[in-house]
Nanobody, 119 residues
Framework: QVQLVESGGGLVQPGGSLRLSCAASGSIFSINVMGWYRQAPGKERELVATIISGANTNYADSVKGRFTISRDNAKNTVYLQMNSLKPEDTAVYYC?????????????WGQGTLVTVSS
């Protein structure tokens, strides 16, 4: 069984910073993509950032220049450093993984961590 465990969400003032972490564990053979999505109240889930095996990254236009995604392959962990946070960044942030287990293709979502940007 493969699980994603997220941490690092919370309440921060506008202009502040937070760092999210997501650790994958279980029967993982390989990871192709790890990333972060978010869902604000009343809105659909949207891509925030992804990192493909190696170091190829992709960001939503709304977070470019403010957020940085990184990955520790040895720990199967992905991070999202969020700087210059804005109220519109308030959302539940979900970790995402796509790869392979020892038996089949693999796709998992984390349970979500709430980020609230407010004064």
């Amino acid at each position: 069984q493969v699980q994603l465990v997220e941490s690092g969400g919370g309440l921060v003032q506008p202009g502040g910073s937070l760092r999210l972490s997501c650790a994958a564990s279980g029967s993982i053979f390989s990871i192709n993509v790890m990333g972060w999505y978010r869902q604000a109240p009343g809105k659909e889930r949207e891509l925030v950032a992804t990192i493909i095996s190696g170091a190829n990254t992709n960001y939503a236009d709304s977070v470019k220049g403010r957020f940085t995604i990184s990955r520790d392959n040895a720990k199967n962990t992905v991070y999202l450093q969020m700087n210059s946070l804005k109220p519109e960044d308030t959302a539940v942030y979900y970790c995402y993984l796509r790869g392979r287990s020892y038996a089949s293709a693999l796709e998992r979502w984390g349970q979500g961590t709430l980020v609230t940007v407010s004064s």
